[in-house]
């Protein structure tokens, strides 16, 4: 079923091969959009598009490693070129890398820092410029950015402290974003997730796994789905022009 309030935008998913990418890629199209969706595996995105494209939405598949400036760039352009505008953009991509800081491997630090920083950076800079435009035109008079950040961004614990890291970062910058440009139409949210059934998990060593699980087999027995998620995206995206959410904290009715 399409629903209309995003009818004439076109959006723009990053980690949209798998879990809360790929709902909020859905969830869009059904609101209207025209959603361009952003990842590594393109084979992931084209069956994602073909679904899509199947179900009366409309939806591009866009290879890119955001890490890499020129191709995230790329990406925004490519995307900007086929449809004429860019109204919403989602950060979504991200990666957990667990472990003590003692011994750590350096090279897993980068790969979260790459991702989870630069690469938000890297798509909303090429963004910026194109949803400050489109808050201007009467399609809907505003545009959106929403970060997804993490439970990891407002509390540390062991083992998490440069995905901790990452996250903190990006919670300051969306506020530092927001009081710049949200006045001008282009609201700026931040979305922060407890335990989601992804594969963000799986990134992580087997050891690291298993003791993930031992830890939170009990205190979370019914994690968020990223369909959860992404209705949380949809909701912040499709507020009046009037109302802007800056910060949702979404957390699993079994976690504390």
Do not use: C
């Amino acid at each position: 079923m399409i629903i209309n309030a995003l009818n004439g935008t076109v959006a723009i998913v990053t980690g949209a091969s798998s879990g809360i990418g790929d709902a909020t890629a859905r969830r869009l199209v059904e609101h209207g959009a025209t959603v361009a969706v952003l990842a590594r595996r393109k084979d992931r995105l084209d069956a994602l598009v073909t679904e899509i494209d199947a179900a009366g939405g409309t939806a591009l598949a866009v290879e890119a490693d955001i890490t890499d400036r020129e191709q995230a760039e790329s990406a925004v352009q490519t995307v900007v070129d086929r449809f004429g505008r860019l109204d919403i953009l989602v950060n979504n991509a991200g990666l957990m890398l667990l472990g003590p800081v003692r011994g750590a491997d350096i090279e897993e630090w980068e790969r979260m820092i790459a991702v989870n920083q630069k690469g938000l950076l890297y798509v909303t800079h090429a963004a910026l410029p194109h949803l400050l435009k489109a808050a201007k035109d009467d399609v809907r008079g505003v545009a959106d950015i929403v970060n997804i950040s993490s439970i990891a961004g407002r509390q540390a614990w062991v083992n998490f402290g440069v995905y901790n890291m990452t996250k903190f970062g990006v919670n300051g910058f969306t506020e530092a974003l927001r009081q710049e440009v949200t006045q001008q139409h282009v609201r700026v949210g931040l979305l922060e997730p407890g335990a989601v059934a992804t594969e963000l998990v799986s990134h992580n060593s087997q050891q690291v796994q298993d003791d993930l699980a031992a830890s939170a087999a009990e205190a979370i027995p019914e994690p968020l789905q990223p369909e959860d998620i992404a209705d949380s995206i949809t909701y912040m995206v499709t507020r009046p022009r009037r109302s802007s959410v800056a910060e949702l904290w979404a957390m699993p009715t079994s976690q504390a």
